[in-house]
């Protein structure tokens, strides 16, 4: 099988494009596999460091604005149509899958026109502007949430298989438990709440776990906070001069730059705090935890809201919109949960209902028919 992937920009995209070629290349070892990405964004070293090429594209999004830099962006991204025709000419792909954002644009169109067979990837439920731009000339649209098909009334065939990711629902051993709690500081006797804001932090979230922290509001539970590695040193440096806390010896807090063992951490939490990613959100379905949502307030589409309505309409989330977020605010809502454990674990399996089992083995299987109906 030989597939082209676009995928650019952000993880979001990008680490579904990685999942759905490490499943084909198990289940087809010849495959041959390519990227299609721009040379600005993360594709620049996840693509590579996952053994794969990468070709890359002069391709943008679109700004609705009328402007000269604008006309040139769409101008350089329509130009990009005709560099990969070329590319489809000599590459010869059995399917194109594009894995959401503007990269889709320029890659789908040019396969249409070669009558190559077109699948597209949306992780969130409310899809983008390229998909969406897209919807009714590709083959197939692969949806991360049920609510998606609603927003995709052009759409020749929708089928919803999750969007897949690393973090799943393991057994942690008590031992192993122990283990983790230890390194980390904590203990087995208050509620622990995980709070991160993605990969490079989230500020608004920062921000009021800082007065959260430095009043001690957090009496009732730990705090596992993953700052971001931008902002790790700041916060550091922001906890000593403000307030007289050394950053590795808060009371019921441990701070660090990044998690890198996260499906551990999301196993042996009671709570999570964060935004609202079409990944984040499948991670915490797939381990079946209750969350505080707050959704980042400009994501395009404000599509972040829309997922984290997915787990609030059935009671497995509560949503904090950043412009209302304070101390305050947040702290109250996390006592409220925190002190009800069993309502805790409710909300966790109603969230776990909504996991999709399978998903690479749903996505190769609808990759498969696509191919072979051409």
């Known amino acids: 099988m030989n597939v082209m992937i676009a995928a650019a920009g952000t993880g979001g995209h990008i680490n579904p494009g990685l999942a759905i070629a490490n499943k084909i290349k198990k289940e087809e070892p010849n495959s041959q596999i390519i990227f299609i990405g721009t040379n600005r964004g993360l594709e620049n070293d996840l693509v590579p460091r996952a053994g794969y090429e990468l070709k890359t594209i002069d391709a943008y999004g679109f700004d609705r604005t009328i402007s000269f830099e604008n006309i040139k962006k769409i101008y350089k991204t329509f130009h990009c149509i005709k560099i990969m025709k070329k590319m489809i000419e000599e590459f010869k792909p059995d399917v194109v899958i594009g894995t959401g954002g503007y990269i889709c644009v320029p890659v789908g169109l040019a396969a249409k026109s070669k009558k190559i067979p077109i699948i597209l990837h949306e992780s969130n439920a409310f899809p983008g502007v390229a998909v969406k731009m897209l919807s009714s000339k590709v083959n197939k649209i692969l949806l991360g ?3 998606a098909k609603k927003r995709l009334p052009k759409a020749k065939e929708l089928c919803v298989t999750g969007t897949p990711t690393k973090v799943k629902k393991v057994e942690i051993s008590n031992n192993r438990k122990q283990e983790l709690l230890k390194q980390n500081g904590l203990n087995q006797n208050k509620p622990i709440v995980l709070f991160f804001g993605g990969s490079q932090g989230a500020q608004s979230i920062n921000q009021s776990l800082l007065e ?7 009496k009732n539970y730990q705090i596992m906070w993953a700052a971001g590695p931008a902002q790790y040193e700041e916060i550091k440096s922001n906890l000593y001069k403000n307030y007289n806390l050394q950053i590795d010896s808060i009371p019921n807090v441990k701070i660090v730059p990044y998690i890198y063992n996260m499906e551990e951490m999301m196993n042996i939490i009671d709570l999570v705090v964060c935004r609202s990613g079409a990944m984040t959100i499948t991670e915490i379905t797939n381990v079946g935890k209750p969350a505080i949502f707050i959704p980042f307030p400009f ?3 404000n599509h972040q809201e829309y997922n984290a309505k997915v787990l609030e309409k059935v009671g497995a989330a509560k949503i904090i919109l950043d412009k209302d977020l304070n101390s305050e605010k947040l702290n109250s809502e996390i006592e409220n949960l925190v ?20 998903v690479e083995e749903r996505i190769y299987k609808e990759i498969t028919k696509t191919i072979r109906k051409q």
């Open 145 to 147: 949430f049920e609510d």
């Open 212 to 218: 959260i922290i430095s009043n001690q509001k957090n």
């Open 299 to 301: 994501a395009t589409e």
């Open 339 to 358: 002190k009800d454990k069993e309502k805790l674990l409710q909300m966790g399996e109603k969230a776990n209902k909504i996991s999709i089992p399978n």
